[in-house]
């Protein structure tokens, strides 16, 4: 079954410097990775999302990943940090092998920009 | 094109009774899939539905149930509430069941079980 792992509960970041949240995921077949980000009180806005082809993706806001297939990593990045950024961020995989795989979510990171 | 929606946003329910949460998908979305948010358990999925059928569950007893119409309009019940069900309540919704395809989000119903 697929699973995905965020192994930083919290990221503390100046504005203006980057920024990056781990993620790293476990699947059968092919890896389906996803980004959101969670605001107080709402739900989770999609950010970008990897399926084939450049391992760099641009999503919304600024943000990008990376995708690492060696190191089954799927990192979120972004070059300069601003502090509307603090939110929740999830991680999320679905798994290419298989029949109705549902996605599975890490536990999330809450990012933290101090002005 | 209008998001998500859930209704109610917040429920507050007593032990023992039972609820039904809403939730209207993105115009031409015939997927929906329902999640728990809680600060301990995280993100977990209840199930999904697709042309008013169940295609996937997650482990969750059988008091979490749900429905979806033609209208791919979908109702989740949760029967006998307990404690531990107050959460965050998450509907996605997506164009097809594909794996790559998107799932979006709507804003959730806060239960609060006393």
């Known amino acids: 079954a697929q699973s995905v792992a965020q192994p930083e509960d919290q990221v503390n970041v100046a504005e203006g410097n980057p920024l990056t949240v781990k993620c790293t995921y476990s699947?059968?077949?092919?890896?389906?990775l996803f980004w959101y980000v969670q605001y107080p009180n709402r739900g989770l806005q999609f950010l970008l999302k990897y399926i084939t082809g450049d391992n760099l993706v641009k999503g919304s806001y600024g943000f990008e990943a990376e995708f690492n297939k060696s190191q089954t990593s799927f990192h979120l990045k972004k070059p300069s940090a601003l502090v509307s950024d603090s939110a929740l961020y999830f991680c999320?995989?679905?798994?290419?092998?298989?029949?109705?795989?549902?996605?599975?979510f890490g536990a999330g990171t809450r990012l933290t920009v101090k002005p | 094109k209008a998001g998500v929606t859930q209704t109610p946003r917040y429920l507050i329910k007593t032990r023992g009774q039972q609820v039904t949460l809403s939730c209207s998908p993105i115009s031409g979305h015939r997927s929906v899939s329902w999640y728990q948010q809680t600060p301990g358990q995280g993100l977990q999925f209840l199930f999904e539905y697709f042309s008013e059928t169940q295609r996937n569950k997650g482990n969750f007893p059988g008091r979490f149930s749900g429905r979806q119409f033609s209208n791919s309009r979908s109702e989740m019940n949760v029967s006998t509430l307990e404690l531990g069900d107050s959460a965050l309540y998450l509907c996605?919704?997506?164009?097809?069941?594909?794996?790559?395809?998107?799932?979006?989000f709507g804003p959730g119903t806060r239960l609060t079980v006393l």
């Open positions: 699947v059968s077949g092919n890896p389906y």
């Open positions: 999320a995989v679905r798994d290419g092998y298989g029949n109705n795989n549902d996605m599975r």
């Open positions: 996605a919704s997506r164009g097809t069941v594909v794996e790559t395809d998107t799932q979006y």
